[in-house]
């Protein structure tokens, strides 16, 4: 099975930062990764997929890079509505989430 | 548009089983795969299986092998996800996810329903 670890766990960040997550795969997945945004309540919304591509209606200021093993997903300017859990995710064989980073309020 | 509509919440005892609902609403989806995901209280998101009802060949996660079923009613464009011998860990909100293509060899979802709520307790 293919492990995905992200880091950080918990990110304190301000209105207007940039925000850095990245996710690291056990074994190459090519580009076969998505991330995700999720609030309390709700269910995950896609941001990005194939590791760079933003889904559409998601703002600009959501960026993904990486192949292989290595993925960040940056926030250029984080926003109000920002402030969530975010999720990395495979889906080269079958899927696996990481274990999430939760971005709050410094 | 479509809507992915889930049945409701679900209070089961240990050692039952549950039989969830994923209904494709102003749509369908039989060439498209549809994966299950849960969430514990608290906790990350969990990949249960998946399948392309089209191809009936469903994929579980390592984890739920022998206890969980997926199927799909093509007539109906609804998809069920069916788990046995509950125990209080099962406790979680399910998922179920539709794929952004059809008939994808590798694909993430672009569409989930609202969640079912599943406890199991005595």
């Known amino acids: 099975d293919i492990q995905m670890t992200q880091s950080p766990s918990t990110l304190s960040a301000s209105v207007g930062d940039r925000v850095t997550i990245t996710c690291r795969a056990s074994?190459?997945?090519?580009?076969?990764l998505a991330w995700y945004q999720q609030k309390p309540g709700k269910a995950p919304k896609l941001l990005i997929y194939?590791?760079?591509s933003l889904e559409s209606g998601v703002p600009s200021r959501f960026s993904g890079s990486g192949s292989g093993t290595e993925f960040t997903l940056t926030i250029s300017s984080l926003q109000a509505d920002d402030f969530a859990t975010y999720y990395c995710?495979?889906?080269?064989?079958?899927?696996?989430f990481g274990q999430g980073t939760k971005v709050e309020i410094k | 548009q479509v809507q992915l509509v889930q049945s409701g919440a679900e209070l089961k005892k240990p050692g039952s089983s549950v039989k969830v609902s994923c209904k494709a609403s102003?749509?369908?989806?039989?060439?498209?795969?549809i994966n299950w995901v849960r969430q514990a209280p608290g906790q990350g998101l969990e990949w249960v299986g998946g399948?392309?009802?089209?191809?009936?060949?469903?994929k579980y996660a390592q984890k739920f092998q022998g206890r969980v079923t997926l199927t799909a009613d093509e007539s109906t464009s609804t998809a069920y996800m069916q788990l046995s011998s509950l125990r209080p860990e099962d406790t979680a909100i399910y998922y179920c996810?539709?794929?952004?293509?059809?008939?994808?060899?590798?694909?993430?979802?672009?569409?989930w329903g609202q969640g079912t709520m599943v406890t199991v307790s005595s």
């Open positions: 102003g749509g369908t989806f039989s060439s498209y795969g």
């Open positions: 074994q190459s997945i090519s580009s076969w």
């Open positions: 995710q495979q889906y080269n064989s079958y899927w696996t």
């Open positions: 194939q590791a760079s």
């Open positions: 399948t392309i009802p089209i191809f009936g060949n469903p």
């Open positions: 996810a539709r794929d952004r293509l059809p008939a994808a060899l590798h694909d993430t979802s672009d569409l």
